[in-house]
């Protein structure tokens, strides 16, 4: 392999473990962000509830009123019984009488299911402020851990960055110029070994014989016919097809 060509393999091995941190450290909030999401969710839930809670207790009252008023009604209604003269008022009085009962009756059915439905959703509230409350000490260990994961892997990073801005001192700038254009266009693979077998680590496409003789003879810099990419013998053989 040319001597020129060494920093510039140094670098782009750089480059892959930063390409590589990038991405961790861009993923690193995605546990966070998906217990938050889930917490929002369960509180919007336990609002929806709770306005409904105070529909039923409003309904509660209103029903409870009515049968409060009914029953009055119907204490005036016995009270005027005793005193009516005639058969056919006592019957029309015994009818209207037997019909506040019956609507009370109904009242008091839809006060019983009312309240167990209201029992039920508070329940529900009840179960849901729980699984709020321990979300939220999940959130709050988990951005220390997030936190923490994030800070090594920025400083790790940064020192990967002054290294290789140390190696990229060493490239001689036309080089260097082309490894950052191909690297750019080539999935950050701008090197890239020739197997045993004449094949480019880069495109997996075979470089002509001649090519690969003279790459042996390490006189210049060579580059993949197919890929364009810089090309290279590497000291132990390989016999794969990996870049290096
Ligand atoms: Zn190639």
Do not use: W
Request: glycine fraction near 2%; hydrophobic fraction near 35%; include cysteine.
């Amino acid at each position: 392999m040319k001597e020129e060509l060494k920093p510039l393999l140094e670098i782009q091995a750089i480059d892959l473990q930063i390409r590589k941190l990038e991405q961790d450290i861009k993923v690193i909030p995605d546990r966070l962000n998906i217990l938050t999401a889930s917490c929002d969710t369960i509180s919007k839930q336990i609002e929806e509830i709770e306005e409904e809670l105070k529909e039923i207790t409003a309904q509660k009252i209103n029903i409870e009123d009515e049968i409060e008023l009914e029953n009055a009604r119907l204490a005036k209604d016995q009270q005027k019984l005793n005193s009516l003269k005639t058969n056919r008022d006592y019957n029309t009085m015994l009818k209207e009488i037997d019909g506040i009962k019956t609507a009370n009756a109904a009242r008091e059915e839809e006060l019983v299911q009312l309240m167990a439905k209201g029992e039920e959703r508070q329940k529900e509230c009840d179960e849901l402020k729980n699984k709020v409350t321990q979300l939220k000490e999940e959130i709050r260990t988990e951005n220390i851990v997030v936190q923490k994961e994030s800070d090594e892997l920025k400083k790790l990073l940064t020192d990967l960055t002054a290294q290789r801005d140390e190696i990229a001192k060493k490239a001689k700038k036309d080089l260097y110029t082309r490894y950052m254009f191909l690297r750019d266009k080539r999935a950050g693979i701008a090197l890239a070994a020739i197997s045993s077998k004449a094949s480019c680590g880069g495109c997996h496409m075979n470089i002509p014989p001649q090519l690969y003789n003279e790459l042996l003879r390490n006189e210049k810099i060579h580059y993949c016919p197919t890929c364009q990419r810089f090309i290279y013998i590497p000291v132990e053989p390989n016999n794969n097809s990996a870049s290096q």
